[in-house]
């Protein structure tokens, strides 16, 4: 049973993600990686990570994303952007990449899918997480908390002109 | 619950794809929108394989490496976002290739 | 005596410091007072100190300190007097007094009074270090001493380009002959370890073959920088132009005391050049033609001075003869008298310049003898002098010449007979010169006489020009001098008759008239010969195509830099690959990132053949 949910969200997750990349508009690219995310969330209950799960919905789809959404939307890119993306998404500028990319899959999937190692079911709980955190990675939180704050201030300090001065942007 | 259990290589076939998936957006698209996107896709999937290995060995390690990943995912949007700000405020244009001062 | 031996050479040194330092905050009569006394007392100090050192005979040789020392080699600073350097002395402070004298009335009108007077005495100190310097090598330092001050003087007005030219080729000219006297003196020390001129012709005398390739060598390269010194062929090239310089300077340089210092050289070196007879050989036979050379070169001259610097450059001829033959008396006293009747000449034609407000073409000259009586009597006493007319200075001493020369088994008959047609040409073209310039009809007018200190000098002069030729020189100590007295008889009446001839053939051609000079000159043969003898010899064209050519076009060439062309090569190499690389750098992150990928797989396809394997 959690096999075929595992197989149905994995395809899911995939779609949307191919989806997401190909996509002219990116309002709609971003609500196609949002559904990919949700997908990958159910991929990790499935794993016995409940605890990830809530976090990647609410952390990464709820506020990652989210702050995409603002950002675009800010940005204002309208019908005219839509008709560059369209004119850039050309097949022939697929070749290299979709050739590379391949190679790539094709060299990971021969390393790892070979043999068949099951995963147990059981949960790793949130509890069990929380004390591995807080205690021999608590440095790592620290740091974290460093690079968010540095995060923060760039982020801040970037935007601050161009909320500030430039309200006559246009497309 | 289940007799039919996940195995691990599949999951981390799934994450290859969507790793090897996010690396085609980056190497295909010029906007610089997409391009982030492309980055939190691999990001996410770099996370899909963290939390399958935790999983796979029942330690909490693989989540705890996930909440890792997830700050690193949000101060780098922030700040990338605040560039792409920048770059529409100077260059009035999202397209990668205008943004090529630093060539030769 | 040694206090007097040591003064000799400082007292010119400390009063051309003096000159050079402060010279321009002076007064002109205390520059004179310095520049003139300090020669003067120089010649003092040479009477006493020659009376007092004349009662003991042996040679003096005062140490001042040690210049270097190197290893087992060393050189002192020291002084060294015997009967050789003493004439030399003599000369050299005697008429250089004289000549310092003239210049303050010669040179009196110019603004660079103190500066000619500063390099002056700096040249007569050099001069004197040479004859005095107990070594080689500080022999070898008045050498240059004597080059430097020569290159000073001879472009003293050096607001003109020419002048300035005229410097650099006298310089560079003797150069040459320098750099062969260095490889001799480099020789020398290799071969013996010590520059000490007494013991060097001590060591050579028990340690050289004669005739070896050792001695030949060391002895000709040392010949060839008495050949640019003294301006013989075939470095002689620059005397003429040398007359750029001011007149006194050309009397004092050029006559009487720079030029003769390769006869100084090759006198003091006696005891070498007896070990190298090939040598000896080469000598006498550069010398007579170089004498016979400059002979008809001076016949073919229309300016004053030039006629008087080949001529010099001739009588050098005849003195190298006399070395050559190892008549080494005859050739010092034809320097001594050669020295007073060429400065005397030179002085004179000076007074001449000055008194026709710097005229020099003798064309432009004539029918002075009665405005400018003392210039024209010294002409005449020089110029016989010259010509070796009997009862003169130059007739004891140029006669002695061509008689020993004559002595020379086997070649000695064709050596007279160069020499002695070099002496029928030198009558020639002096008495030429006395007739044209004092004689006939008055082309330019003479302004004023000259004073007491030009004419003073000038009746001095033709004091010793008549009687010098007696004074008898104590040199039999000093040098190996030939036992038995020259050949009397038809050799010695034909040696005394030949000038006389030639100064009857130049009345006839340029007083009496009645032979005419254009018939002769301006024949088709004629035009050329005097074209040719005018040139120098086509020497100077010799060397421009030879030497000056070739150079100039080679510095031409490297003015672009072509070695620098290498290292750009480099340069540009590494710019090359750069822009190569740097197109690699396209800036725009797409093509990054393919890279990067690129690389990842190569990576992933290593990892996959290592686990496969």
């Known amino acids: 049973m959690s096999l075929a949910l595992f197989y149905l969200a994995a395809a899911v997750a995939v779609g949307a993600t191919v989806l997401a990349l190909t996509r002219a508009n990116a309002a709609h690219a971003l609500i196609y990686l949002i559904v990919s995310l949700l997908g990958v969330a159910v991929l990790f209950f499935l794993l016995g990570a409940p605890f990830a799960a809530a976090l990647e919905v609410v952390a990464y789809a709820g506020a990652i994303m989210v702050l995409f959404v603002f950002v675009i939307m800010m940005l204002n890119l309208g019908e005219e952007s839509q008709r560059e993306e369209r004119a850039l998404l050309n097949f022939r500028h697929w070749r290299l990449p979709g050739l590379l990319t391949a190679l790539l899959l094709a060299e990971l999937v021969y390393v790892m899918g070979n043999s068949v190692s099951p995963i147990p079911s059981d949960a790793v709980l949130p509890k069990q997480v929380a004390l591995t955190l807080f205690g021999p990675y608590v440095l790592g939180v620290e740091l974290a908390s460093m690079l968010l704050l540095a995060g923060l201030v760039g982020a801040y300090h970037l935007g601050q002109h161009f909320l500030a001065r430039d309200r006559g942007y246009n497309n | 619950m289940d007799t039919m259990l996940i195995p691990l290589e599949h999951v981390l076939v799934v994450a290859s794809i969507l790793f090897a998936l996010g690396l085609f957006g980056l190497m295909f698209r010029r906007n610089i929108i997409f391009m982030l996107m492309s980055l939190e896709v691999m990001l996410n999937a770099a996370a899909l394989a963290f939390i399958a290995a935790g999983a796979h060995w029942q330690q909490a390690d693989g989540q705890v490496m996930f909440v890792f990943i997830l700050a690193i995912a949000a101060a780098e949007v922030s700040v990338g976002l605040g560039l792409v700000l920048q770059m529409r405020r100077q260059m009035q244009t999202l397209d990668m290739n205008t943004a090529i001062r630093l060539k030769g | ?613």
């Open chain 3, 1 to 613: 005596m040694n206090l007097l031996l040591s003064l000799i050479p400082a007292l010119p040194l400390a009063s051309a410091a003096l000159l050079l330092l402060y010279g321009r905050h002076l007064t002109r009569s205390l520059v004179t007072t310095l520049g003139v006394g300090s020669i003067g007392s120089a010649a003092i100090v040479v009477v006493l100190l020659a009376t007092q050192w004349t009662a003991t005979a042996e040679p003096l040789r005062v140490q001042l300190w040690q210049w270097f020392s190197v290893g087992s080699f060393s050189v002192d600073i020291a002084l060294y007097l015997d009967q050789l350097s003493l004439i030399w002395l003599c000369t050299i402070t005697g008429i250089g007094f004289l000549i310092h004298l003239y210049s303050s009335e010669y040179m009196a009108h110019d603004s660079d009074y103190s500066r000619y007077f500063a390099y002056l005495n700096l040249f007569v100190a050099s001069m004197l270090l040479l004859v005095l310097g107990d070594s080689l090598l500080l022999l070898f330092l008045g050498w240059e001493g004597v080059g430097l001050c020569s290159y000073l003087l001879i472009g003293f007005w050096h607001q003109e380009s020419a002048n300035g030219a005229a410097a650099r080729k006298a310089f560079i000219v003797t150069r040459a002959g320098d750099a062969a006297m260095a490889l001799g003196l480099f020789l020398l020390v290799a071969e013996f370890n010590t520059l000490n001129i007494q013991e060097l012709l001590a060591a050579a005398a028990l340690q050289w073959e004669r005739g070896g390739t050792m001695a030949t060598l060391a002895c000709a390269l040392i010949f060839t920088g008495a050949v640019g010194k003294s301006a013989q062929l075939p470095l002689q090239t620059w005397l003429p132009d040398a007359m750029a310089g001011p007149t006194p300077v050309s009397a004092l340089i050029h006559a009487a005391t720079m030029v003769t210092a390769g006869i100084y050289l090759l006198a003091r070196l006696n005891g070498l050049y007896t070990m190298a007879p090939n040598v000896l050989f080469a000598i006498a036979i550069i010398g007579v033609a170089t004498s016979l050379m400059a002979a008809c070169a001076a016949l073919a001259q229309t300016d004053i001075k030039r006629i008087l610097a080949y001529s010099t450059i001739s009588q050098l001829g005849y003195m190298f003869l006399a070395l050559g033959v190892q008549a080494w008396d005859a050739g010092i006293l034809h320097m001594m008298t050669h020295a007073f009747f060429k400065a005397l000449l030179f002085l004179a034609a000076g007074a001449v310049i000055e008194c026709l407000h710097h005229e020099q073409d003798i064309r432009n000259m004539g029918g002075l003898r009665k405005r400018l009586p003392v210039p024209f009597w010294s002409f005449v006493i020089g110029s016989a002098a010259l010509a070796a007319l009997p009862a003169t200075a130059g007739f004891a001493s140029k006669d002695l010449i061509l008689l020993r020369a004559w002595e020379v088994a086997g070649d000695g008959t064709w050596l007279w007979g160069v020499a002695a047609l070099g002496a029928f040409i030198t009558a020639l073209y002096s008495f030429k010169l006395v007739f044209v310039v004092f004689f006939g009809e008055a082309k330019t007018e003479a302004t004023h006489q000259p004073g007491w200190r030009m004419a003073v000098p000038l009746i001095v002069l033709c004091l010793f020009s008549i009687v010098g030729g007696y004074i008898a020189l104590p040199l039999a100590d000093v040098l190996p001098l030939p036992s038995h007295e020259p050949a009397h008889g038809t050799i010695a009446v034909i040696s005394a008759a030949i000038p006389i001839v030639g100064v009857f053939v130049a009345y006839l051609l340029f007083l009496g008239r009645q032979v005419s000079v254009e018939a002769l000159t301006h024949s088709p043969a004629g035009l050329w010969l005097s074209g040719f003898w005018h040139g120098g010899w086509g020497m100077d064209r010799f060397y421009a195509l030879l030497v000056v050519m070739p150079y100039t076009r080679v510095a031409r060439w490297l003015r672009n830099e072509p070695i620098d062309y290498l290292v750009a090569m480099i340069t540009g190499t590494a710019v090359f690959f750069n822009g190569v690389f740097g197109a690699s750098q396209n800036g725009r992150l797409g093509r990054y990132v393919t890279v990067m990928v690129l690389g990842l797989l190569l990576m992933f396809l290593v990892l996959v053949m290592g686990v496969a394997a």
